[in-house]
């Protein structure tokens, strides 16, 4: 009979596994043999893969495609949609992925900014200075027309270990609607402007105008108020 328990030696924090085998001898009497092995590495690998994996259901509820490049830099797929899922099939476990997807369907003028963006070296020095969440914003070309979308990168692991993840979300109505209300308001300043820069040329010439016969009423008032006891003038 073979059985597998794990202990937790707290003051060593130490996971031990133990297997038992027990047998009876010749003479009736019951025996065993406990080998005893230390599962602290696999123990904490597995709760730490298993707390990076509820990490990264809980930041994918609001993207549509999720990547992750791990320890040892590989990348990995945790969601795609199915359509470039369907696009991208023989790629799929390529450790090449995000330069595959970026070649294909980031739009040519965005292309060499996005591939710096998201080298992971880069992340990391970024992540120093700009704080713990990277987000940047890129056009792709779906269906023969521009869509904008968003990356979001975090780092789920620690600094000496970093697992970074990639969310990818559609942000085009809400990024057309921006720049729609930016064009708006640009445009709305130049008319100002225009209608301040006519509106100081018509007093201008409002002025000239005013000033010409003013200047005549001002001088004949003059030689008035001079001559007031010349009845001949």
């Given at each position: 009979?073979?059985?597998?328990?794990?202990?937790?030696?707290?003051?060593?924090?130490?996971?031990?596994?133990?297997?038992?085998?027990?047998?009876?001898?010749?003479?009736?009497?019951?025996?065993?043999?406990?080998?005893?092995?230390?599962?602290?590495?696999?123990?904490?690998?597995?709760?730490?893969?298993?707390?990076?994996?509820?990490?990264?259901?809980?930041?994918?509820i609001?993207?549509?495609?999720?990547?992750?490049?791990?320890?040892?830099?590989?990348?990995?797929?945790y969601?795609?949609?199915?359509?470039?899922?369907?696009?991208?099939?023989?790629?799929?476990?390529?450790?090449d992925?995000?330069?595959?997807?970026a070649?294909?369907?980031?739009?040519?003028?965005?292309?060499?900014?996005?591939?710096t963006?998201?080298?992971?070296?880069?992340?990391?020095?970024?992540m120093?200075?700009?704080?713990?969440?990277?987000?940047?914003q890129?056009?792709?070309?779906?269906?023969?027309?521009?869509?904008?979308?968003?990356?979001?990168?975090?780092?789920?692991?620690?600094?000496?270990?970093?697992?970074?993840?990639?969310?990818?979300t559609?942000?085009?109505?809400?990024?057309?609607?921006?720049?729609?209300?930016?064009?708006?308001?640009k445009?709305?300043?130049?008319?100002?402007?225009?209608?301040?820069?006519?509106?100081?040329?018509?007093?201008?010439?409002?002025?000239?105008?005013l000033?010409?016969?003013?200047?005549?009423?001002?001088?004949?008032?003059?030689?008035?108020?001079?001559?007031?006891?010349?009845?001949?003038?």
């Open positions: 009979c073979l059985t597998t328990h794990f202990i937790y030696h707290s003051k060593s924090s130490r996971y031990i596994r133990l297997f038992s085998v027990y047998a009876k001898n010749s003479e009736g009497h019951i025996i065993a043999l406990i080998l005893a092995r230390d599962h602290t590495a696999i123990k904490q690998r597995k709760e730490r893969d298993s707390y990076y994996t509820n990490l990264i259901k809980g930041l994918a609001d993207y549509e495609n999720i990547f992750f490049i791990d320890e040892k830099n590989k990348t990995h797929i969601r795609m949609t199915s359509k470039l899922k369907e696009e991208l099939k023989d790629h799929l476990h390529s450790a992925i995000l330069d595959i997807f070649d294909k369907y980031v739009y040519k003028e965005d292309l060499d900014n996005f591939k963006v998201v080298d992971k070296n880069n992340i990391l020095k970024l120093k200075t700009e704080g713990e969440v990277i987000r940047f890129f056009r792709v070309t779906l269906h023969n027309q521009l869509t904008y979308y968003e990356v979001k990168i975090i780092n789920v692991g620690t600094n000496e270990s970093p697992i970074l993840v990639f969310g990818f559609n942000v085009d109505k809400e990024t057309k609607d921006r720049l729609y209300r930016q064009e708006f308001l445009n709305a300043v130049i008319q100002m402007q225009k209608a301040n820069k006519a509106k100081d040329v018509f007093l201008s010439n409002m002025s000239h105008d000033r010409t016969p003013m200047n005549a009423i001002v001088g004949y008032a003059d030689i008035a108020i001079n001559h007031l006891q010349q009845e001949e003038i």
